[in-house]
């Protein structure tokens, strides 16, 4: 049987507002997740300040003493707190000063190895990597903190770009679909594997009319409450080990 845990992830789908970062996280500890993650990352490294989404990124930007308030709070409520951090493996020197044990690294950083190596160094529990590539590097492939996401980058994919196959072989799926079937797939193929635990990440919101940064990407609670309760039943699943041939 396969554990299945799930990260609600709320991006900076909190626009900034500490007040709707912690309702995010009271309404995921409601639905049953096991991890609630945040990011932290400087808008100016990642944008020009022309670009279109430099004012809504920089709206939902946090700083580290917000990141450590959100932290705590999580903590408080039984959850596991996780933060991903963007880019520059400087900004790591922070999160280890309020003594983050679980950090996350963006797809397009899964092949920044001096923001991986720095985040390794770290006394931390887990690293989750998001990619849609896994590395030929042994010495990361099969590093026991690390654990690999699959992920589509598109925002959002389709529901046809969905790589059951290709999922199966990872630890985890980070999702970018607007819906709750690509990661109740991804756990069904994790069970039929029979692997010992897969993370499940989610991208949430209070509700679909708000303007938020990942807007076309997130659940509601409703449906994370959904997906969570077929999950369950997901881990009650086994397998034969036998395979099917079709004619």
């Known amino acids: 049987m396969t554990r299945i845990e799930v990260i609600a992830e709320l991006s900076g789908n909190h626009m ?3 007040s709707l970062a912690k309702k995010l996280i009271e309404k995921s500890k409601e639905a049953g997740v096991q991890f609630v993650k945040l990011q932290y990352y400087r808008t100016e490294e990642l944008y020009t300040k022309d670009h279109p989404l430099f004012q809504k990124v920089k709206e939902a930007e946090l700083s580290i003493e917000q990141i450590s308030e959100l932290k705590t709070f ?7 707190f996780v933060c ?10 922070d999160l280890e000063k309020i003594d983050l044990k679980y950090f996350k690294i963006r797809c397009a ?7 991986i190596d720095r985040v390794l160094k770290v006394d931390n529990e887990l690293v989750f990597i998001s990619t849609r590539k896994l590395p030929l590097n042994p010495r990361y492939l099969y590093h026991p903190k690390i654990r690999w996401m699959y992920v589509n980058p598109t925002y959002p994919p389709k529901l046809e770009e969905f790589e059951v196959d290709k ?7 980070s999702n970018h679909f607007p819906s709750i079937v690509p990661p109740l797939a991804a ?6 594997r029979n692997k010992k635990e897969f993370f499940i990440e989610v991208h949430v919101t209070l509700n679909h009319s708000m303007d938020v940064v990942d807007k076309a990407v997130s659940l509601d609670f409703k449906e994370l409450k959904t997906l969570i309760d077929y999950l369950k039943e997901v881990e009650q699943f086994s397998w034969s080990g036998a395979y099917f041939v079709s004619g």
């Open 109 to 115: 950083d899964s092949n920044n190895y001096k923001l």
């Open 74 to 80: 999580t903590e408080e409520l039984g959850l596991k």
């Open 187 to 192: 756990a069904v193929a994790a069970a039929h």
């Open 84 to 93: 991903t951090v963007f880019k520059n493996p400087k900004l790591v020197d």
């Open 167 to 173: 999922v199966a072989v990872f630890q985890g799926f």
């Open 16 to 18: 900034g507002k500490m």
